[in-house]
């Protein structure tokens, strides 16, 4: 009896393990299959021209007949292309990351070599607290306290220091931009980096610490010349899945990225939107297409960004484990 229920047990547990190593794929698929789908009538009617164009109009939604494409129809004047999405996507993207991974770096380097286990422990709790407050938070935040500061402050000083080179000559408008966007982001993807890169800096053998002090090196020197090249595996491991986090901000970015449509940002204070942004702020918009058009354009938008966002963050590991060869 007791090997039977012994048995069963264990057949339990691998059906439950079973499950759960396969419910991550299997949802991943059926989201998958879903926005391919949903999105097909845009793939058809937009054709390349959803790739390289920079308008996006929902058209004359209430005169005049249906244009008529591959069997699907949009309203009259419509024209969906995903160009200035893209650009306000990659531009915020790489610029949080350049504000970000020193920062982050730096950080990790403070909680692993300089804090004692005690402060290093607590302060790391900190550090990891700040990567769960909600996005809607850090996109008002950046509204009430970025923005106006961007605008008053910080864009004229830019302006007045850099302003020789073109995309920071400005003008700073409102403040609410691709620098905006570009500053709440490195925020929020600063705990991720600093987190993975002090694990990676603590996963270092201790003998290189000793051997470099014994040689008389500084911290510093140690830090530089022994430590990150050991641990930059997974320090570039953590770079990877911040950009993954920073490609699909949706809400934060909307509440201070301007709102941009049609055209590309001339400086870095320019309004812009991005990929996910855009779906969120047009969705309600998208709703008065009859056609359902709209709709479908931004169901391939969606689709971009998730086969973007899934091939970053699959890359991560495998940046690491290049790192490592």
């Known amino acids: 009896m007791r090997r039977r229920r012994g048995r069963e047990g264990e057949w339990t547990y691998g059906v439950l393990v079973g499950v759960g190593a396969a419910s991550a794929p299997v949802i991943l698929g059926l989201l998958t299959v879903t926005l391919i789908a949903f999105a097909w009538p845009s793939v058809v009617w937009n054709g390349v021209h959803f790739f390289t164009s920079k308008a996006w109009q929902l058209g004359n939604l209430y005169q005049g007949q249906p244009v008529v494409r591959g069997g699907y129809q949009a309203a009259p004047g419509a024209e969906y292309g995903m160009v200035v999405f893209a650009v306000g996507t990659v531009l915020s993207s790489i610029l949080a990351l350049v504000l970000a991974v020193p920062v982050g770096i730096g950080v990790a380097a403070t909680l692993s070599e300089q804090a004692g286990p005690s402060l290093g422990a607590v302060l790391g709790f900190f550090v990891e607290l700040i990567a769960g407050v ?89 830090l530089r010349g022994l430590l990150l090249p050991v641990a930059w595996p997974g320090i570039l491991g953590g770079i990877t899945l911040a950009l993954g986090r920073a490609l699909g901000e949706t809400m934060a970015v909307l509440m201070v990225c301007g709102g941009a449509l049609g055209y590309l940002p001339p400086n870095i204070y320019s309004p812009i939107s991005t990929v996910a942004s855009n779906v969120v702020a047009l969705l309600d918009s998208a709703q008065t297409d009859s056609t359902g058009m709209a709709i479908h354009a931004l169901a391939e938008l969606a689709l971009v960004l998730l086969i973007i966002t899934v091939a970053v963050n699959a890359l991560a590991p495998l940046a690491a484990r290049r790192g490592q060869a």
């Open 134 to 222: 909600p996005s809607v938070v850090f996109g008002l935040w950046g509204f009430i306290v970025l923005v106006p500061w961007i605008r008053t402050s910080l864009g004229p000083l830019l302006e007045r220091l850099l302003g020789w080179i073109p995309f920071f000559a400005g003008p700073v408008a409102s403040g609410a931009g691709l620098l905006a966007s570009g500053l709440v982001l490195a925020v929020m993807v600063l705990p991720i980096i600093a987190a993975i890169s002090r694990d990676a800096l603590q996963a270092a053998p201790r003998e290189l610490r000793e051997q470099g002090r014994a040689l008389g090196l500084t911290d510093w020197e140690v």
